[in-house]
């Protein structure tokens, strides 16, 4: 099975940039991805990383290293709406589902 | 945005009672997911299907069925509702699985008294 390992909340300033990281230990692995979610609403897909090293998309970027077990969400430049919980999810193959894990809460402060 | 309802958004109801949750999509996608979401849990998965009539168990299925007799609708449902069961219910779809890209709904939250 999967298991995600992620800090539970995190504090940054407005226009700064921050690093949420996660941990996994599976059995076998099939790439990482993130979610985020905002208060009352739903999770949405931010990025996947199947290989390894960083993957960019505006503000966000996205690292994995699979000889580390360990990735990580970059949120640069951050914004006040930045702020939300931050998942990262894995599976261990293409039919299995995937596994999230308990999520970062991230709070953007003046 | 994915085409992905759930019904209804809120619900209140008494132990004991039976509850049906209705996912419905309209993009045609292979996969379904029923989440629960709890404070200090993050998401996890109840049940999933990988086609009409072809479905399995999550990590916490206990206490929940599920059916699919078309591509467009999964439906959870709480045979005798509990108050453990008060959470916040996603759904979720997926196109086939060559992806990691879950599209979400906008969730349901039930209360169980």
């Known amino acids: 099975g999967q298991s995600l390992e992620q800090p539970s909340e995190v504090t940054a300033v407005e226009g700064a940039i921050v690093q949420i990281n996660c941990t996994y230990q599976?059995?076998?692995?099939?790439?990482l991805s993130w979610y985020q979610q905002h208060d009352g609403g739903a999770p949405t897909f931010l990025s996947y990383?199947?290989?390894?090293g960083l993957e960019e998309t505006g503000r966000f970027s996205s690292f994995l290293s699979r000889s580390d077990s360990y990735g990580y969400l970059l949120l640069q430049e951050l914004q006040m709406k930045d702020s939300a919980s931050y998942f990262c999810?894995?599976?261990?193959?293409?039919?299995?589902?995937?596994?999230f894990g308990k999520g970062t809460r991230l709070s953007v402060i003046a | 945005d994915a085409g992905i309802t759930q019904s209804p958004r809120h619900k209140v109801t008494e132990t004991g009672t039976p509850v049906t949750l209705r996912c419905h999509q309209t993009?045609?996608?292979?996969?379904m997911y029923w989440y629960r979401q709890d404070p200090g849990h993050g998401l996890r998965l109840i049940h999933y299907?990988?086609?009409?009539?072809?479905?399995d168990k999550g990590e916490v299925s206990d206490g929940y069925s599920v059916s699919r007799s078309k591509t467009e609708d999964f439906l959870l449902t709480l045979e005798s509702a509990t108050s453990s069961q008060t959470s916040v219910y996603f759904c979720?779809?997926?196109?086939?699985?060559?992806?990691?890209?879950?599209?979400f709904g906008p969730g349901t939250r039930l209360t169980v008294l």
């Open positions: 999810a894995g599976r261990n193959s293409g039919n299995t589902p995937l596994v």
């Open positions: 599976t059995s076998g692995f099939y790439g």
């Open positions: 993009e045609n996608h292979r996969y």
């Open positions: 299907s990988y086609g009409v009539k072809d479905t």
């Open positions: 979720a779809i997926k196109q086939d699985a060559n992806t990691d890209t879950q599209y």
């Open positions: 990383n199947a290989l390894d």
